[in-house]
Each structure stands twice: as C-alpha cells, then as structure tokens.
C-alpha cells in the first residue's frame, strides 16, 4: 500500500493572512508540510538595504520563519509549539530585483530540539544565502515571555 502524500498546509496558512514579519515582506508560501517548507518574495524597495541589495536581515528572516513553520507543523500535533534558540545564515550572492525562492528540511527533529536548513535562491536558481536554525521544542503547559505560546495577551 502506497504511503499517503504529506499535508499541504500552505494555502491554509496564506489563507489566514498571517500577519506580523511575514506580511510585512509579503512572503508567501508555496508548500508547508512536516517534512519541507517552500515560499517566494518578490524583492521591492522595503528589502532593500543602502547599497541597493537584499538586506541580510531578509534573508535571516526567511531562514527563521521557514524552519519555525516547518518545525512548528511536526511538533502541533503533539500539542507542542517551538521557539528558535539559534539561527546562522550566510549571505553569499548579493540581490538587487526579481523573487526569491527559498525552501527548508530537517536535518534532525528530537523530542527537545530540531535543527533545519534553509536556501535562498534568486530567479536564475543561483544561491544567495543559506541558513541553518536550532528551534526548542516547547511542552504544552511552557510560558513564554510572560503568556503560553499562540495564545493572544
């Protein structure tokens, strides 16, 4: 019997319109699952730092947002959230226009921590950073910042 393909959450997640950073650069996601998330940025002036390119802190901010989401969908049903505790990102091609393609996968999910890597591609397919962050797993009861994780203070 053939495994069933992984769940897709990505529509249902741009369909939330989530707000904060990721609406902010207008990143969309293209696949959200367990096991890989994939989105796209078209880069405009507000990604733009003063010599004209990306600025790191885009590319920072996609690696996070990519591996927290990934690493958020295999630890929810378990009724877990995560926190990143570490993210290293290298800038390697410098960005002046088009879109940005980056996707994330696990390199390890344990019970207390996950690590995941991420790329970013521009629209000739050339990387231009690469990121790995760690995430700590939360238990359901964890308090975080004075409140429990997704629930509105």
């Given at each position: 019997?053939?495994?069933?393909?992984?769940?897709?959450?990505?529509?249902?997640?741009?369909?939330?319109?989530?707000?904060?950073?990721?609406?902010?650069?207008?990143?969309?996601?293209?696949r959200a699952t367990r096991d890989e998330?994939?989105?796209?940025?078209?880069?405009?002036?507000?990604?733009?730092?003063?010599?004209?390119?990306?600025?790191?802190g885009v590319h920072a901010g996609i690696?996070?947002?990519?591996?927290?989401?990934?690493?958020?969908?295999?630890?929810?049903?378990?009724?877990?959230?995560?926190?990143?505790?570490?993210?290293?990102?290298?800038?390697?091609?410098?960005?002046?226009?088009?879109?940005?393609?980056?996707?994330?996968?696990?390199i390890d999910r344990g019970r207390r921590?996950?690590?995941?890597?991420?790329?970013?591609?521009?629209?000739?397919?050339?990387?231009?950073?690469?990121?790995?962050?760690?995430?700590?797993?939360?238990?359901?009861?964890?308090?975080?910042?004075?409140?429990?994780?997704?629930?509105?203070?």
């Amino acid at each position: 019997m053939a495994e069933a393909p992984p769940e897709d959450f990505a529509a249902a997640l741009n369909a939330a319109g989530l707000d904060g950073w990721m609406a902010a650069m207008g990143l969309q996601l293209t696949r959200a699952t367990r096991d890989e998330v994939e989105a796209e940025l078209t880069i405009g002036p507000q990604h733009r730092q003063a010599y004209g390119i990306v600025h790191g802190g885009v590319h920072a901010g996609i690696v996070e947002t990519l591996a927290s989401i990934g690493a958020a969908l295999h630890a929810l049903p378990e009724g877990r959230s995560i926190v990143g505790v570490e993210n290293h990102t290298s800038f390697l091609r410098a960005v002046r226009s088009g879109r940005l393609r980056a996707a994330a996968r696990p390199i390890d999910r344990g019970r207390r921590t996950q690590v995941w890597e991420v790329s970013v591609h521009d629209d000739d397919g050339r990387l231009c950073a690469s990121g790995r962050v760690r995430l700590l797993v939360l238990e359901p009861d964890a308090v975080l910042a004075g409140q429990r994780p997704g629930v509105p203070g």
